[in-house]
């Protein structure tokens, strides 16, 4: 039975989560050393489809900073976390941009924005 060891990152407690195949079946998967049920939602969901919030900043013009933060409104795959930061490296955008503006509709049809995550004048 293999077993994969994962730290939960959904609060800062950070535990250290052992996630290993169920043999009973009864669930796929078995999660140890979670403090609280989002640590095992956390836990499975790392085995079987891994997401991850994206942040970053793009380009801005006539703005007092030369890069905006910017950051998905929700979960992206993790394994298009590259392909999400090449179409936002070629973006720019000018001012004003008002926090929570989206820059980026739909990335890579994952039903996912990118938005702004702060104001700029
Ligand atoms: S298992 Fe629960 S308490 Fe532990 S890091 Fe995850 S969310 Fe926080």
Do not use: W
């Amino acid at each position: 039975m293999s077993c994969k060891e994962i730290i939960c990152i959904v609060c800062p407690m950070g535990c250290h989560l052992q996630v290993a195949e169920n043999p009973n079946m009864e669930e796929v998967y078995e999660v140890a050393g979670n403090k609280c049920p989002r640590g095992k939602v956390y836990g499975i969901n790392e085995m079987v489809n891994p997401t991850r919030v994206l942040t970053t900043t793009i380009k801005i013009e006539n703005a007092p900073l030369k890069r905006l933060p910017v950051k998905t409104n929700g979960v992206v795959p993790k394994d298009k976390i590259f392909q999400c930061m090449e179409v936002i490296n070629k973006v720019k955008v000018a001012s004003p941009v008002n926090m929570g503006d989206v820059i980026v509709s739909n990335i890579l049809n994952t039903g996912v924005d990118i938005v702004a995550s702060r104001s700029m004048r």
